[in-house]
């Protein structure tokens, strides 16, 4: 009875042990959520199927596979998405962010991984001096909220332009379309993708040259955001992003979406670290 009993537990601990065995391996693998505001069309849009796709859509999934981390992405609106990740929502923010020295007091940054100028957009038919700021007056421009443009408008024409927020670019391009807006201040791939403004027969043009400077304002490029304290995740991605410039993955992935060169190519310093 005795032998019974006793061979009753070794199976039993054999068996707790195998299934505990079984839970641990899969504690250690590492998983990540990654914020992200959606859509941000080609970056970030929904396929007929409602799938989350575009070119950071790929390029995520490709840093994380070479990160070796089993990702996730969690949608988020762009004006909460430093909150969301403070709050433990998700694990980084993979969503266009430029990095810029006030969210660098709050957010820890991986290298840039693209950089692109911003671009004012007026009706082709519309006859405005961007850089004649008197004659701006009244006019009504729109913006995503909380976005560096919308940074921008408000320091550099607040004072003349009727500024018009957004939740997102969509929406700006929207009223532009349908007359509500005079101007629209934009990514220059998102306006290109939205827009079409660099057409003959486009219904829209540029107006001025295009910007990347102040850098105080547009920063150094887009990056991935993580909280502070999250080093070692950050260098994992630092050196998925070092990876995927270096052996051209990042050059093709570009190409599946972009005709312009977006590319913000890592230093040997940066990845040697």
Request: proline share 4%; net charge negative; hydrophobic share 40%.
């Given at each position: 009875?005795n032998?019974w009993?006793?061979?009753a537990?070794?199976?039993g601990?054999?068996?707790s042990?195998q299934?505990?065995?079984?839970?641990?391996?899969?504690?250690d693998?590492?998983?990540?959520?990654?914020g992200?505001?959606v859509?941000?069309?080609?970056f970030?849009?929904r396929?007929?199927?409602?799938k989350?796709?575009?070119f950071?859509?790929?390029?995520g999934?490709?840093?994380c596979?070479?990160a070796?981390?089993e990702?996730s992405w969690v949608?988020?609106?762009?004006?909460?998405i430093i909150?969301?990740l403070l709050a433990?929502?998700y694990?980084?923010?993979?969503?266009?962010?430029a990095?810029t020295?006030?969210r660098e007091r709050?957010v820890?940054?991986?290298?840039?991984?693209y950089?692109t100028p911003?671009?004012?957009?007026?009706?082709r038919d519309?006859?405005?001096?961007i850089d004649d700021?008197?004659s701006?007056k009244g006019?009504?421009v729109?913006?995503?909220r909380?976005?560096?443009?919308d940074?921008?408008?408000?320091?550099?024409y607040?004072d003349?332009?009727d500024?018009h927020?957004y939740?997102?670019?969509?929406?700006?391009?929207?009223d532009?379309?349908?007359g509500?807006?005079?101007l629209?201040?934009e990514?220059?791939p998102?306006?290109?993708?939205a827009i079409?403004?660099?057409?003959?027969?486009s219904?829209?043009k540029q107006?001025?040259?295009s910007?990347k400077t102040?850098?105080?304002?547009?920063?150094k490029?887009?990056a991935?955001?993580?909280r502070?304290r999250?080093?070692?995740?950050a260098a994992?991605?630092?050196k998925?992003?070092?990876?995927?410039?270096a052996?051209?993955?990042?050059?093709?992935l570009m190409?599946?979406?972009f005709?312009?060169?977006l590319s913000?190519r890592?230093?040997?310093?940066?990845c040697a670290q």
């Open positions: 009875m032998k009993i006793t061979s537990l070794l199976a601990a054999l068996v042990g299934f505990l065995g079984q839970a641990m391996a899969q504690d693998k590492d998983t990540v959520r990654l992200i505001d859509p941000y069309e080609p970030v849009m396929d007929a199927d409602g989350l796709e575009g950071e859509i790929d390029l999934n490709e840093l596979a070479r070796n981390l990702c949608e988020q609106s762009w004006d909460g909150p969301g433990r929502k694990d980084a923010i993979l969503s266009s962010m990095i020295p006030e709050q820890m940054f991986s290298l840039p991984y950089n911003s671009v004012w957009i007026t009706a519309r006859d405005i001096d700021k008197a701006l006019l009504s729109g913006v995503q909380g976005t560096i443009r940074v921008y408008v408000t320091q550099e607040g003349v332009l500024i927020r939740g997102s670019s969509q929406e700006v391009v929207n532009l379309k349908s509500r807006l005079d629209t201040f990514d220059f998102i306006a290109n993708d079409d403004f660099r057409q003959e027969d219904p829209y107006l001025g040259d910007i102040p850098t105080s304002i547009f920063g490029g887009a991935m955001a993580f502070q999250d080093k070692a995740l994992k991605f630092d998925a992003i070092c990876e995927v410039y052996d051209g993955t990042f050059d093709k190409g599946e979406y005709d312009y060169d913000v890592p230093s040997e310093a940066d």
